[in-house]
């Protein structure tokens, strides 16, 4: 399932990056139609119905959460349950850029293939189309092209969000407007 983030900016100026609120509600609204469904019919439920209630409710307390306050100089992770996540922390100072990254699935890693496919999802995500250059559209059913947010400090790089290359030009708006409030570059490859 594609779940898109959303980039909320605060009243304080902190951009939050999360699971939008509907999630929550529509995985609610789910919960209680299934649980109440469950009991209504007089029986006890089946081994099915328990397993199901209880995706549902863990898909309710998810959260996935990226706080980014560049005045208080960090960006803070938090994902995992409501009741139990878990937390990181990366120090702006650390940060050395934010990367568009593309990567196609199902293709050879350093093939021409690749190559194209993610000049191709580069330039789709800046919305612009490849002309003349039908190889690179002309994909096997099983290549699937995304788009990664990395935040790349010095020793590491940590991914904010991977989407399907359709979603690439979302991404890099919110990718631009991260950078920009954390006065780092937004680079690309």
């Not at 983030?5 to 100026?13: F, K, M, N, T």
């Not at 081994?47 to 960006?75: C, H, N, S």
Request: net charge positive; hydrophobic share 45%; with cysteine.
């Amino acid at each position: 399932m594609d779940l898109p983030l959303v980039l909320v900016r605060r009243a304080d100026g902190v951009l939050v990056y999360r699971i939008p609120l509907w999630f929550r509600a529509v995985m609610g609204l789910i919960l209680a139609a299934v649980t109440g469904g469950m009991f209504v019919g007089g029986g006890a439920p089946g081994p099915v119905g328990w397993v199901v209630t209880l995706l549902l409710l863990l898909a309710l307390l998810y959260r996935e959460t990226w706080i980014i306050d560049a005045k208080g100089g960090e960006i803070r992770h938090r994902f995992g349950l409501l009741v139990a996540s878990k937390k990181i922390a990366i120090a702006l100072s650390d940060v050395n850029c934010f990367r568009l990254v593309p990567w196609v699935r199902g293709s050879l890693p350093g093939s021409e293939a690749e190559r194209l496919e993610n000049r191709y999802t580069l330039e789709a995500s800046r919305g612009k189309q490849i002309g003349g250059d039908d190889s690179a559209k002309r994909k096997a059913p099983f290549r699937r092209a995304y788009l990664t947010l990395a935040c790349e400090t010095g020793e590491k790089s940590v991914t904010l969000n991977m989407v399907p290359a359709r979603n690439g030009v979302a991404l890099r708006v919110i990718a631009d407007k991260i950078a920009t409030a954390c006065g780092k570059p937004l680079e690309e490859g």
